[in-house]
């Protein structure tokens, strides 16, 4: 319980700094969207919160205005059809998440945590149930994110969820926090149009 108090606080002051610090970014990335592709700069969409409560979270559009709504990247047929020229560098940098600081501010998420599940995502909140990973804060980046992220399978996804549940402390969220930079770096797990690759490339040897 002291470490979740102690959590949120840090949640705070951290995302009311990282705004302050980025807004240059912010702006920079502003101006190339408006550039780049008709449409809003930012994109909102229903998410699965803290005790399955929905809230909507906040992305740097990264794809075009007529793109299927509420459907997982993977689910799209020919996913790279949708995605703007801007949107795949924001993608593979993740710099689309950052406007979720203002998430992480409003209460609705925590810089650590599983990532937050779309409201139609049924398979993955199910399999979070299976280790209370639906009980906390979903975060800007998770266990899972530094373990395969779109290369992971729904269980998966869910199993490293639940471990981060079950072990969470400060030195878990600053060794996930670092690991995050590192899998930017070599943009590791990124999988437009695909989730569960790392079982599919064992399957194929």
């Known amino acids: 319980m002291i470490f979740k108090i102690f959590k949120r606080i840090m949640d705070t002051l951290l995302s009311f700094i990282g705004l302050i610090v980025l807004s240059p970014i912010f702006i920079l990335v502003i101006i190339l969207i408006k550039l780049d592709s008709k449409g809003p700069i930012l994109f909102k969409q229903k998410r699965v919160g803290k005790n ?35 949107g795949k560098f924001m993608r593979r940098t993740s710099i689309d998440e950052l406007p979720q600081i ?10 650590i945590g599983p990532r937050p599940a779309l409201w139609n995502q049924f398979d993955l909140i199910d ?22 992220r779109d290369e992971l399978s729904i269980a998966q996804k869910a199993k490293l969820d639940g471990y981060y549940v079950k ?15 590192f899998s930017i770096f070599k943009s590791e797990g990124v999988v437009e149009g695909g989730t569960g690759t790392i079982d599919k490339n064992k399957d194929q040897k």
Request: positive net charge; aromatic residues 14%; hydrophobic residues 35%.
């Open 127 to 148: 399999e979070r149930d299976k280790y209370g990973a639906n009980d906390v804060y979903p975060g800007l980046t998770g266990y899972a994110q530094i373990h395969g």
């Open 102 to 111: 203002i998430n992480i501010l409003k209460g609705d998420m925590s810089i």
């Open 167 to 181: 072990h969470m402390s400060l030195w878990l969220d600053i060794k996930i926090f670092f690991g995050t930079f």
């Open 52 to 86: 399955k409560k929905h809230f909507y979270i906040y992305k740097f559009r990264t794809m075009r205005i007529d793109t299927p709504k509420d459907t997982p990247t993977h689910l799209l047929e020919n996913p790279e059809q949708w995605i703007t020229k801007m």
